[in-house]
């Protein structure tokens, strides 16, 4: 069996089809959604997301942790599975090309850039067509994604009336023309929904995605025509979210635990495990890809891997595969999931900070913190967190 990971970056749930989104055109996203196994809860886990992310078990594991892709090319050719990374250029840059050697091949394909992944798809799909040696392989597309800065093709901007001059720098900060500012996440900050800077910061964000739908309906056209497709598990998901002004800030801001950061897509396809237009809403995190492509392949899980299998739940035996999560960002703040509550505890905060308390999952998107009428289920989760957090310095 061959084995297909695809993450595409900075992809923020709630605006894809799969996940309630009706407003914005992800045909491609959908339709895979209708052959596989859709989890409503999974967690991000990716080093950038945090100086020291930690999301992979139910307590965090010491050290910094390694990426997913990386730990798993490296179990998987130790038992002679050959691994093949397609990467865009943007995702090589400094540290994220660290992980590179372990794979047997990388392929970069020349042309792309963060305006697209039309040329990584393209060149996924001709790895798929291509004469590849026998036995099973391992496939990684990595995609910048939906990363600032945004900068979708005209077609898609039209499609949802990006106004002409939105702000092209897509990167953190306010909702306004000043994005090197951040604003204060109490709710008298958040900017209003018909606020134009957050709108057309929004449009322009669902253009970009929609771009990429269509450059990832490429690659699963090219799939599902191949032989192949019967015997390949393909799972899809993203490194972390994207804020779009639900709580003052529009682009990446990885200091602020906060759902639209924090929660990514993950909708996969196991071959005779999962069926079709399924969901869980068990808490998963993406560390957990490492263990289910290991024992989907029948091999061993070893002692030291962050994640859980989530063939339990694809085989119905099981609902849940962990109590709860955690993520830190080094001297700044911590936060504990569960499915029902999502506690954020600031380290490096203004005077007078108090946790944040959210009811999951009702309060889809965190705007009402109920820490100070629920002291008793802070004190537990904090306690919980509490013992869970890497060591200072780790």
Same mark, same amino acid.
């Given at each position: ?6 993450? @595409? ?13 009706? #407003? @914005? ?18 967690? *991000? !886990? ?62 970069? &394909?020349?042309?792309?850039? *963060? ?11 001709? #790895? ?23 900068? =979708? ?14 702000? =092209? ?65 393909? $799972? ?25 950061? +924090? ?41 030291? *891997?962050?994640?859980?299998?989530? $063939? ?19 001297? +700044? ?7 029902? #509550? ?7 905060? =203004?005077?007078?900070?108090? &946790? /944040?308390?959210?009811?999951? =999952? ?14 008793? +289920?802070? *004190?537990?989760? !904090?306690?919980? $967190?509490?013992?869970? /957090? ?5």
């Amino acid at each position: 069996m061959d084995t297909i990971v695809i993450r @595409i970056g900075g992809l923020h749930a709630g605006y894809l089809g799969p996940y309630g989104n009706a #407003w @914005i055109e992800t045909p491609h996203w959908d339709r895979f959604a209708a052959a596989a196994l859709t989890f409503d809860q999974c967690l *991000a !886990e990716h080093a950038a997301l945090a100086r020291a992310a930690r999301s992979g078990a139910e307590h965090a594991p010491t050290g910094q942790p390694r990426e997913t892709g990386s730990r798993l090319a490296e179990r998987l050719r130790a038992h002679g599975v050959r691994t093949v990374l397609i990467r865009d250029p943007s995702c090589s840059a400094g540290a994220g090309a660290a992980d590179e050697p372990a794979f047997d091949e990388v392929i970069r &394909p020349p042309g792309a850039a *963060a305006r697209g992944a039309g040329p990584l798809f393209q060149a996924g799909a001709e #790895w798929l067509r291509s004469d590849r040696p026998p036995g099973p392989s391992f496939l990684f597309l990595d995609a910048h994604g939906a990363h600032p800065p945004w900068q =979708p093709a005209e077609s898609y901007r039209a499609r949802y009336e990006v106004p002409a001059s939105p702000d =092209p720098s897509g990167a953190r900060g306010r909702a306004d023309d000043k994005p090197e500012e951040t604003i204060d996440a109490g709710p008298s900050r958040v900017p209003a929904p018909d606020d134009p800077a957050v709108r057309a910061a929004r449009t322009l964000y669902a253009a970009t995605v929609t771009q990429l739908d269509d450059e990832l309906g490429t690659f699963l056209d090219a799939l599902t025509q191949s032989d192949a497709w019967d015997n390949t598990m393909l $799972l899809l998901t993203s490194d972390y979210g994207q804020p779009l002004g639900e709580h003052g800030v529009v682009g990446t801001d990885p200091i602020r635990l906060y759902e639209e950061l +924090v929660r990514v897509p993950l909708v996969v396809r196991l071959p005779g495990v999962s069926g079709p237009s399924s969901r869980s809403r068990a808490l998963v995190t993406v560390a957990d890809l490492e263990a289910t492509v290991l024992e989907m392949l029948g091999l061993p899980i070893p002692a030291d *891997a962050e994640g859980r299998s989530l $063939l339990p739940i694809a085989r119905s035996e099981h609902r849940e595969v962990r109590e709860f999560a955690c993520l830190h960002v080094a001297g +700044v703040a911590s936060a504990l999931r569960t499915t029902q #509550w999502h506690l954020i505890l600031p380290v490096a905060s =203004p005077a007078g900070a108090e &946790p /944040e308390l959210y009811a999951k =999952p009702e309060d889809r998107w965190e705007q009402n913190n109920l820490a100070r009428q629920c002291p008793e +289920v802070v *004190a537990e989760l !904090e306690a919980k $967190l509490r013992a869970a /957090e890497p060591p200072p310095g780790s």
